[in-house]
């Protein structure tokens, strides 16, 4: 009897729900875009020209002391898809007029490639407006002497100003995530240095794998020596993944489908694991495979996108059903989640308004047109706006059990998490899977660039 309780609570109140209801797919678009609206305005309002809102102190925040426009860049796209034509275009004037690279301030290269880069690189192909792209080559420019280390591995913070270079210790997810942005710059000014550094920081990566094609989490890009063994789908080496796939599927590389074969495989044999909770990809050491952690949490909910995109649909259903499962835990997904306990470690408690999951389900809906993943992205849809939402804009949680405040609107909740709760709901959007590669930031980028 407790065992069959035990399985009952592991079902996902969404899918109890799916037979009964039917899904407005328009009036959600409209919410959506309602929603985007406030807290866009908020971000005005309250931290215009700053790089972040902080919706409870009513205030602005910079990464680095001064602003890099990280939100504004990074919402433009955003602005565009979901029709806010008019405002769109007096920020993409703002941004070209206002924003210079020329600062004094060690930036990390992954962080302002996928939100600022992909920002502009999708703005500009979808305005045309050259300003744009001229502030993405500019910023690629200043970011190039981190590739300049032993191995070719890109240092993870560069200097804009003088290209001063810090931190070797870096990982698989920061060294390979600028593949799709430096490549698609590029192919726009057909300049082939931003796709070969990139490349090749890949390639020098990929080559200190052990025999059993399973990455660590950390590496030192001066001697190439492995930092830290530990061997997962979550932060630190993520995106990595996404990047092999997608970087073969945009650039049609070979190179990179060979990449993307050999570690699927691995990831698949080592760390992929059914168990009475679900099926999940958990933490394993690098070296023996063996399974240290049994962990997954709200970053390694982007997994099933990347399944599904892959074409193996059925471990994507699979890994949605228990990232769902996670998430009607405590109706909000913590960061880290322990799935044979289904307890959350005191570390992993919080919930910073992270879009993976509904980026999964927006692949998993058009990939199998299955109406349970829009009946699951209202219901994550519904508890974002229930816990989230201030009278001052979105903001972060520090705990999903209490439900206790943080104070940050990330700018990945505009450029993500309502784009793709948009894109999801809207079937009038002007990009979508077919036409469009996501980079990590979830900037479309178009499969044939526009020189080409
Ligand atoms: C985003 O900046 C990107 O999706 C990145 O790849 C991972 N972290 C955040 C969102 O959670």
Same mark, same amino acid.
């Not at 602003?67 to 070209?96: C, H, K, N, R």
């Given at each position: ?26 009036? =959600?678009?409209? @919410? ?17 020209? &700053? ?14 002391? @001064? ?12 602005? #565009? ?9 007096? *920020? ?15 930036? @990390? ?10 920002? +502009? ?13 001229? =502030? ?29 270079? &810090? ?7 920061? #060294? ?11 192919? =726009? ?7 070969? !550094? ?15 094609? +399973?990455?660590?989490? &950390? #590496? ?25 796939? !997608? ?43 063996? +399974? ?21 649909? *059925? ?62 992205? !209202? ?5 974002? @706006? ?13 705990? *999903? ?21 948009? +894109? ?6 002007? *990009? ?21």
């Amino acid at each position: 009897m407790i065992r069959i309780i035990l399985i009952l609570s592991f079902i996902p109140f969404f899918l109890i729900q799916c037979k009964t209801q039917h899904v407005d797919r328009k009036a =959600l678009a409209e @919410q959506v875009k309602t929603e985007y609206d406030f807290a866009w305005q908020n971000y005005k309002k309250y931290a215009w020209g &700053s790089d972040e809102l902080k919706p409870l102190s009513q205030s602005g925040h910079n990464w680095y002391g @001064q602003s890099l426009q990280m939100t504004p860049i990074d919402a433009l796209d955003g602005l #565009i898809i979901l029709g806010f034509d008019t405002e769109a275009d007096s *920020v993409g004037e703002w941004i070209a007029a206002e924003t210079s690279w020329d600062k004094d301030i060690n930036v @990390q290269v992954f962080e302002v490639t996928i939100r600022l880069m992909g920002g +502009l690189l999708t703005s500009y192909q979808m305005t045309g407006d050259g300003q744009l792209l001229d =502030l993405a080559v500019d910023l690629a420019d200043r970011l190039l002497p981190a590739f300049e280390s032993e191995t070719g591995m890109p240092y993870r913070y560069v200097n804009l100003k003088t290209g001063a270079l &810090s931190d070797p210790n870096s990982n698989p997810a920061e #060294i390979a995530t600028l593949m799709l942005e430096f490549g698609t710059l590029s192919r =726009l000014t057909q300049n082939p240095v931003y796709y070969q !550094k990139a490349k090749q920081g890949i390639r020098a990566l990929f080559e200190k794998r052990p025999a059993n094609d +399973l990455p660590g989490q &950390s #590496i030192n890009v001066e001697t190439g020596a492995w930092t830290n063994q530990r061997s997962h789908i979550g932060g630190m080496i993520d995106s990595y993944y996404e990047y092999l796939l !997608k970087s073969w599927l945009l650039f049609d590389d070979a190179d990179f489908r060979h990449m993307w074969d050999v570690h699927i495989t691995a990831l698949n044999s080592h760390l992929a694991v059914d168990t009475n909770s679900g099926f999940w990809y958990g933490r394993v050491d690098m070296h023996t495979g063996n +399974l240290n952690a049994a962990e997954f949490g709200a970053l390694e909910a982007f997994f099933p996108a990347v399944l599904a995109l892959a074409g193996d649909t *059925v471990r994507a259903r699979k890994l949605m059903s228990s990232c769902l499962k996670m998430w009607s835990l405590h109706n909000l997904e913590p960061e880290v989640l322990n799935f044979e306990e289904m307890q959350i470690p005191e570390r992993g408690a919080f919930y910073y308004l992270r879009p993976e999951i509904i980026e999964s389900l927006y692949y998993l809906f058009h990939f199998t047109a299955d109406e349970k993943f829009l009946i699951a992205a !209202k219901k994550i849809f519904e508890d974002i @706006q229930k816990y989230c939402r201030t009278e001052n804009g979105y903001t972060i949680i520090r705990d *999903v059990r209490s439900k206790e405040k943080g104070d940050l609107m990330p700018s990945y909740f505009l450029a993500e998490t309502l784009k793709y709760l948009y +894109l999801l709901f809207s079937d009038t959007a002007p *990009v979508g899977l077919d036409d469009y590669i996501f980079t990590t930031e979830a900037h479309p980028l178009k499969k044939a660039a526009i020189s080409e």
